[in-house]
């Protein structure tokens, strides 16, 4: 077999091993099926257990309780930033309030701005976005449509540890990159949506998690497909739904629950992980320098910068040479960004660990 390097990709993301392996095992013939996943139609009862399988490991792992449906969608979250005003924004309710964190955030508010007149609750822009407000900083609208966040801003590397404060408003979170890193407080959320290809599958499917009660905000005249409350009468299986990633999305949520041991678990040892580049960072005197403030640096995508551009290509590119790959940061921040998901193993970040210190070593 060829062997696998420690992928440090910001998404589409490393899986778990076990869940490759699964997959790998089922792709010739699906047991009692005879037939692989991606030869069975979406309605067969094969299907269908797969289905229903994943939203029940989900529901488990988070705790989802019934009055919140979950659906399975197409299009990224990139569409989400467009459902979400498409069809929670009402004509009483026709604006909503953007807490911009990073450059998702961003995005998100300025797809919004096509349905309706947005407020800027809060942006970090002019910190290079840093850092993350306070709830006392925020400008809320109390009769706002809804409040939307990032919780983890995969490119910036800022990340909220809890909800901010928003009342009454139904709370909208682009849960993307840390989607079942760590247990939610369901209840809090109006909305939680989170594309799987960095921690909960591979790229074709995103996860809606909404409040039924929402549900009814859905106007019949929206196109069907993007119409919230049609895709939960139609168990997100109104047209043919990707299969394949649903069935890889059961197989990560039940490695999660049987393997790691759940989200409380989870979100130990992804601190621990965190802990170990960033203590790193810390005490390299000047030479990583990380781009988030402490208190708000992220357990999933780690961003610092070296020097000089010249030692970052080099570390980059030596960091490749010993099978440690995709550690570039984002062209807009520059730097390096290792991206370390619920399926990074310990080792991998071990390894990046030991390597930092190495390079720092040689080159300062
Ligand atoms: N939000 C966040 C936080 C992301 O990291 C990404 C993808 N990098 C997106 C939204 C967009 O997701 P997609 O490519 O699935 O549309």
Sequence with gaps: MTERVY?????????????LAQAQCDLMALPDVGASILEISHRSQAFREIIEAAEAN????????????????????????????????????????????????????????????????WDGGDSSYRQLPEDADLQRNPEAAYFH???????????????????????VCDASSDFLHRPLPIERYGLIYACAQKNAGPAGVTLVIVRKDLLARSRDNLPIYLNYNAQAEAGSLMNTAPTFAIYIVRLVTAWLLHEIGGLECMHQRNRAKAQMLYEVIDHSGDFYQGHARPQDRSL?????????????????????????????????????????????????????????????????
Excluded at 61 to 90: C, E, K
């Design 58 to 121: 989900l529901r488990n792992l988070l705790a989802i309780p019934d009055h919140y449906a979950v659906l399975f969608l197409q299009g990224g979250s990139r569409l989400q930033f467009s459902m979400i005003p498409m069809n929670l924004l009402t004509p009483e309710q026709p604006s909503a309030d953007y807490l911009i964190s990073g450059s998702w955030g961003k995005h998100a508010y300025k797809e919004a701005k096509k349905f309706g007149p947005m407020q800027r609750a």
């Design 7 to 19: 992928n440090f990709a910001p998404g589409p993301a490393v899986l778990p091993e076990p869940v």
């Design 149 to 171: 966040f990032t919780s983890n801003e995969t490119i910036q590397g800022v990340q909220f540890a809890t909800e901010p404060e928003v009342g009454e408003v139904p709370l």
């Design 300 to 364: 999933m995508n780690v961003v610092f910068r070296l020097p000089t551009e010249e030692l970052t290509q080099k570390f980059v590119a030596q960091a490749q040479e010993r099978g440690m790959t995709s550690l570039a940061g984002h062209r807009s921040v520059g730097g390096i960004r290792a991206s370390i998901y619920n399926a990074m193993p310990p080792a991998g970040v071990e390894a990046l660990r030991d390597f930092m210190l190495k390079f720092q070593d040689k080159n300062s």
